[in-house]
């Protein structure tokens, strides 16, 4: 098998620790310049920022020399360039680091943080966050958590490890446990473990449950029930569908507080508004380090305010109500 060869390391640097944009030339093409492949591939309404970006010699090829406005197309050529980003509403809750050594980063995320640039959610993620805190350029997540959910999440230093750290969580060897607060009933019978087919459509928010080999196991648990109908449960997945937990959760009839895909699709909120946020936590991560082969048994300090303080939850927005 013939090996690919590694693209060359990039000439211009992190900027609000987001990576610039790599592009490489296709081997085939009827293009006559590096502007007429770039319009192409960001669209005719772009013409006016490509050529922008090339009169200021923003778009700059390996050696970091800017591409010429008029540049050949060369088949194979990698150029580079930063994405003009909109400006994104801060995050006002912190990232709390709960272990740190020369190989990995772990870090207890707050609600409404993405975990890596995605969508809209760029500059505020906890990946570009922790590039510009802790000066690692190369730090790199082994796993994702959703933007909605608070916890456990674990990063890479360096980009030669990361491979066997995201191998811990595609082969299983990570134990993950979560916490949620949902609506309690009497007559749901627990423990259980559910096993279901998940599937998550591209453009569609909502995953949903279909008839087929279970590609998604969720041990659930009830910790305690208390006031307001309203029970405190234990999850363990043993897979990692798309919103796997919140889909079990609500097929078993207590969907999660807070959730606004389960069990119904809501408006979209307003870009800053932070109320109510998913009670959904993950609370454990359990692995042995495949580098150093060290045993770790790692643990958020968050609350789920909506069991600890239901009013302080369901309340107006404010810098604690997330914490």
Request: charged fraction near 25%; charge should be positive.
């Amino acid at each position: 098998m013939r090996r690919r060869t590694p693209p060359p390391p990039s000439p211009l640097p992190q900027r609000d620790g987001i990576d610039p944009v790599r592009v490489r030339l296709p081997g085939e093409g009827t293009w006559a310049t590096v502007r007429e492949h770039l319009v192409e591939r960001l669209g005719a309404a772009r013409a006016g920022v490509v050529d922008a970006m090339l009169e200021a010699g923003l778009v700059v090829g390996a050696d970091g020399r800017p591409v010429a406005p008029g540049a050949a197309y060369v088949p194979g050529m990698f150029v580079w360039y930063h994405r003009e980003l909109p400006p994104e509403v801060p995050v006002p809750f912190p990232l709390e680091i709960v272990h740190r050594d020369e190989h990995i980063v772990v870090v207890d995320k707050p609600h409404f943080l993405a975990t890596t640039p995605r969508g809209s959610h760029v500059t505020e993620s906890a990946l570009a966050r922790l590039r510009r805190e802790l000066d690692i350029p190369a730090l790199g997540a082994a796993h994702r958590l959703d933007r909605l959910t608070a916890g456990l999440v674990l990063f890479t230093v360096r980009p030669e490890e990361r491979g066997a750290y995201q191998s811990l969580f595609r082969d299983r060897l990570v134990r993950k446990v979560y916490e949620a607060v949902a609506p309690y009933d009497a007559g749901l019978t627990l423990p259980r473990t559910v096993r279901s087919r998940i599937v998550k459509e591209r453009g569609i928010l909502a995953a949903y449950e279909v008839a087929g080999e279970p590609n998604a196991v969720s041990r659930v648990e009830l910790v305690e029930h208390g006031a307001r109908g309203l029970g405190r449960y234990r999850l363990l997945p043993a897979t990692g569908q798309t919103h796997q937990l919140r889909v079990h959760m609500n097929a078993l009839g207590v969907p999660i507080l807070g959730d606004p895909l389960y069990p119904e699709v809501a408006a979209p909120v307003p870009a800053g508004d932070f109320r109510r946020p998913l009670q959904l936590l993950a609370r454990e991560l359990e692995f042995t380090d495949p580098v150093t082969g060290t045993e770790h048994r790692l643990r958020s300090g968050r609350v789920l305010e909506a069991w600890t303080s239901y009013d302080g939850w369901a309340a107006a927005p404010s810098a604690g109500a997330a914490q």
